[in-house]
């Protein structure tokens, strides 16, 4: 029973209220260049970290982290229900593959449909980078994907009651 009661706190804790979830983790599936994890979490109501983990594929497949600062502008796009912002950013990943590894900037334009009723987001990024490890080239990242955001504060506080 007490392990019933710890999963329902944990449950109604970890999902924010829709469009109350800036503060929070969204975490979430990429598809695309890299396609893996991706994790936000929002400074305030227009400034992010966006952090990915990911498995590039193509000529040099590998593993890629990386994190992005991003900059929201909820001005130019309205929607009747929910919010739609374009963004972008600047960030730095690092790619491990067979024999070699590469560090590259990049920076991230993308535009994201934030849900009303749910604390889901949905977006499409596009990242145009240049490497400096191992020799300069260009690097392109894009990716498709959703996240949902979890009130982590909220939740512990559930588990404390809880507990």
């Known amino acids: 029973m007490k392990k019933l009661l710890l999963l329902a706190a944990l449950t109604i804790g970890l999902?924010?209220?829709?469009?109350?979830?800036?503060?929070h983790y969204g975490?979430?599936?990429?598809?695309?260049?890299?396609?893996?994890?991706?994790?936000?979490?929002?400074?305030?109501?227009s400034?992010?970290?966006?952090y990915t983990v990911g498995y590039s594929t193509g000529q040099n497949s590998g593993i890629n982290l990386g994190v992005d600062f991003l900059l929201h502008n909820y001005d130019y796009i309205s929607a009747e229900r929910?919010?739609?912002?374009?963004?972008?950013?600047l960030g730095v990943h690092v790619k491990s593959y067979e024999n070699d590894n590469q560090i590259y900037a990049r920076a991230p334009l993308g535009i994201a449909y934030e849900l009303h009723d749910?604390?889901?987001d949905i977006f499409f990024e596009f990242s145009p980078g240049l490497a400096v490890v191992p020799?300069?080239?260009?690097?392109?990242?894009?990716?498709i994907g959703g996240r949902f955001y979890f009130d982590v504060?909220?939740?512990?506080?559930?588990?404390?009651?809880?507990?």
């Open 153 to 163: 504060k909220r939740a512990v506080e559930k588990l404390d009651e809880a507990i």
């Open 135 to 143: 020799t300069p080239s260009l690097v392109m990242n894009f990716g």
């Open 82 to 89: 929910g919010s739609i912002p374009l963004y972008y950013g």
């Open 27 to 45: 975490i979430g599936l990429a598809v695309g260049e890299p396609s893996g994890f991706s994790i936000k979490k929002f400074n305030n109501s």
């Open 15 to 23: 999902s924010a209220s829709a469009q109350d979830y800036k503060g």
């Open 118 to 120: 749910l604390p889901l």
């Open 47 to 50: 400034e992010a970290f966006q």
